[in-house]
């Protein structure tokens, strides 16, 4: 049975800023072995690193390592050299997991801790019982903050949680960071920056477009359709015969996919737009006779910031994937600067929910 589970292993893959180039070969590897990746740590089997993180995202991965379960193995690539046999000792590890349980402690710095470790982690902490109060401001349970009170748009007192989006989440960019206050699942004191201070990846528009239409059907398409839309980028970098037109051709089928542009309109992009809008302008960039008027939605830190603050979460997920955050350009903007951006809490209106 666990030869059967993990013939095909899903892969949760992070990729460091210097290890671009190294997670698009991992991409084109895992589509032909036919590997899914990973929705969530719970998901994986098998945690693959391309790159040298830096020390945000270096924690970021271990905390990622710990929320995989057994068994579990990973694969840290600085180059795409020998990547097959890595995969494959990684797959023979997974199948030997009676001996990796064994085996987990502290001399593995990708273990950290053992499988069990976190079976008492609440023998020592005495929360508050039934009855008694819940002023729970700067209080940590388990290492996890608890919420705090305050003020909401409306002037009333509701509970906040303080949240760190990124640098690694499912249709996300990569190492972008996205800091804020949410109450109930309503983001605000929004900041957006990039991890260890990485400059963020410039590419081609073309690229750009596949990029975002990838990230956009994670969170929202059907998996054959995702599927078939990373296999659509892997050709087109590749620059197989046929991959462009293929690719135009796709494009037009998608922006013609109204279920897809009655669940994504009215969701609050940056520029005034919304996703569908930026949607059906990826699929004018990967037209082969775009129109004239047609643009890559690029962003700077500082107008998604903007565009995010009292946004709903899931809003805020949709709005993220489908831009790319440049060092500051935008559609039709001036430059809004490198580095983090951060925006006040707005008042009085609700700026970035559904109807």
């Known amino acids: 049975m666990a030869r059967f589970a993990l013939a095909r292993p899903h892969v949760l893959v992070v990729v ?12 084109s590897v895992l589509l032909r072995r036919g590997w899914p990746l990973a929705r969530s740590p719970a998901d994986a089997d098998l945690l693959v690193v ?29 180059t795409a050299s020998d990547l097959d046999a890595r995969l494959d000792a990684a797959v023979r590890h997974l ?24 079976t008492d982690r609440h023998a020592d902490h005495e929360g508050p019982t039934s009855g008694e109060g819940h002023d729970h401001d700067d ?43 949410m109450q109930g699942d309503v983001l ?25 239409l990838v990230r956009l059907l994670t969170l929202t398409g059907p998996a054959p359709v995702l599927q078939r839309w990373r296999e659509t980028r892997a ?38 737009t919304d996703v569908a809008e930026c949607l059906h302008r ?21 107008e998604l910031a903007t565009t995010l603050q009292g946004a709903e979460l899931a809003g805020a997920r949709l709005a993220v994937a489908s831009v790319v955050v440049g060092p500051g350009h935008a559609l039709a903007h001036d430059d809004a600067g490198d580095g983090a951006a951060h ?3 707005a008042r009085g209106h609700h700026g970035g929910g559904h109807d």
């Open 235 to 272: 050709a087109v970098r590749e620059q197989r015969p046929g991959a462009a037109a293929h690719a135009a051709r796709s494009a037009r089928r998608l922006a013609r996919s109204r279920v897809l542009a009655w669940s994504l309109r009215g969701v609050p992009a940056p520029a005034g």
């Open 343 to 345: 925006v006040e809490p």
């Open 50 to 78: 391309a790159g040298s993180p830096g020390p945000e995202l270096a924690a970021a991965v271990e905390v990622l390592w710990a929320q995989v379960p057994a068994p579990r193995s990973h694969v840290h690539l600085a």
């Open 188 to 212: 605000s004191d929004v900041g957006v920056r990039w991890a260890d201070d990485a400059h963020p990846w410039t590419a081609g528009p073309q690229q750009c477009a596949l990029d975002a």
């Open 139 to 181: 209080m940590d349970v388990a290492g996890l903050p608890m919420a705090s009170s305050a003020p909401d748009r409306d002037g009333l007192e509701l509970e906040t949680l303080h949240v760190t989006l990124g640098p690694w989440l499912p249709g996300w960019p990569d190492g972008l960071v996205v800091e804020a206050s």
């Open 16 to 27: 460091a800023p210097d290890g671009r180039g190294v997670g698009s070969v991992v991409e």
């Open 95 to 118: 199948l030997a997991w009676e001996a990796q349980r064994s085996d987990a402690g502290p001399a593995d710095p990708w273990v950290g801790r053992g499988p069990d470790a976190d």
């Open 282 to 302: 990826w699929c004018d960039v990967l037209s082969e006779s775009p129109p004239p008027d047609a643009r890559s939605p690029v962003v700077g830190p500082q």
